[in-house]
């Protein structure tokens, strides 16, 4: 093989690197927080389709995200109730079908009070309660349903 190829080819494949790393880091997103037991996942183009998958999305702009600095950042959490399915609030906790999914907290931290979201029903089309893992989670207890069209399903690596 000529120099001239060899350099070529060398070009190609460093070509081919920078390619594949640029996609990857465009699909790769980590989870800075303890909101979630798993921390890396894949985004994909879908939307979760079915309880318990997971989704990143951004929250529409609120007083509790803006005291928090945190609006207009991406969350990532899992799919805790879907649209047709009952959620319902009781007790102090939110279930989905039946089923346990968390409980939120009445103040913060700080102390500070924290706008707790309450429903019982059949939660509404194209939406869902998305729930972090972590009991200091911000989450749908407190800021409430996700338009599921603004989100995209992500995929737990580890």
């Not at 999305?57 to 109730?81: A, Q």
Request: glycine residues 8%.
């Amino acid at each position: 093989m000529s120099s001239k190829s060899r350099r070529l080819s060398i070009k190609l494949v460093v070509l081919g690197l920078v390619a594949i790393g640029a996609w990857i880091s465009t699909n790769l997103t980590v989870a800075t927080t303890k909101s979630l037991e798993k921390r890396v996942f894949w985004q994909t183009s879908e939307i979760p389709t079915k309880t318990g998958q997971y989704g990143s999305f951004i929250y529409p702009s609120s007083d509790y995200l803006i005291k928090r600095e945190v609006n207009g950042k991406v969350f990532t959490k899992r799919v805790g109730c879907f649209e047709g399915d009952y959620l319902n609030f009781v007790d102090g906790a939110f279930y989905c079908n039946g089923e346990y999914l968390a409980k939120p907290l009445v103040s913060d931290r700080l102390d500070d009070k924290l706008p707790v979201f309450r429903f019982n029903g059949i939660v509404p089309e194209d939406m869902a309660f998305m729930v972090g893992d972590h009991p200091y989670s911000g989450d749908s207890r407190y800021l409430g349903f996700v338009d599921i069209n603004t989100v995209k399903r992500v995929i737990p690596l580890w």
